[in-house]
Structures are given as structure tokens and as C-alpha cells.
């Protein structure tokens, strides 16, 4: 089975687009121009889709929280402890947990 191609556009060339539609060009012939899907292309205009919205669920860190704990692994592969991946993900869960502290969350 092939690999599907997926978001062969840019964010730039999308912002483009809406602003051509926006000035009364037609949402295909928009889409065709800067060659970003037509579909997606109406679902940002229409409001259904915002700007920078990702599929899927919800991530479990913040991005500061992601980043601190690989900057942290990184610091402990450099000294000679390198991360197993059931420490990374005992460690990801302790910050979860210690940020939604009243929240029942099951383990990862």
C-alpha cells in the first residue's frame, strides 16, 4: 500500500488564498492558483476549521512542558544516564499529573 502525501502547502500560501477570496475571487479558482485544497480552503473561510488547528486529540504536555523534559533528556544522555523509554514516560506522566492535580487522569 502507498504512503499518503499529506499538506503539501504552506500556511502562507493558505493566508494568500483566503485573502484572494476575501477580495472576491472564487474559492476554486483561489485554491487552484496557490495550490492549496479546495475543501480546506472553504471549511478556514466558512469557520469551520480555525487557523492552526491540528487533527486529533489534544496533547498531554504543554509545548514548555515537552520542551523542558527534552532538554532534560538530553542533559542526562549528556552525563551519562540516558532515558529508557518507560523513564520518559514516567516522567511526562509526573508532570501531567503535578499541572492537573484534581483531575482523575489515567496513567499513559
Same mark, same amino acid.
Given at each position: ?21 476575501? #477580495? ?6 483561489? #485554491? ?44 542526562? #544522555? ?31
Amino acid at each position: 500500500m502507498e504512503k499518503v502525501k499529506r499538506k503539501q502547502w504552506s500556511e502562507v500560501d493558505m493566508f494568500h488564498a483566503m485573502e484572494d477570496c476575501g #477580495a472576491g475571487m472564487a474559492i476554486r479558482q483561489a #485554491a487552484k492558483v496557490h495550490g492549496v485544497p479546495r475543501q480546506t480552503l472553504a471549511d478556514r473561510l466558512s469557520g469551520r476549521v480555525t487557523h492552526g488547528c491540528r487533527s486529533g486529540p489534544p496533547t498531554l504536555l504543554a509545548p514548555e512542558d515537552e520542551n523542558s523534559l527534552v532538554q532534560y533528556c538530553i542533559y542526562c #544522555a549528556s552525563h551519562g544516564f540516558p532515558f529508557t523509554r518507560q523513564r520518559l514516560m514516567k516522567y511526562a506522566d509526573k508532570i501531567r499529573r503535578f499541572r492537573h492535580p484534581g483531575e482523575t487522569i489515567p496513567p499513559l
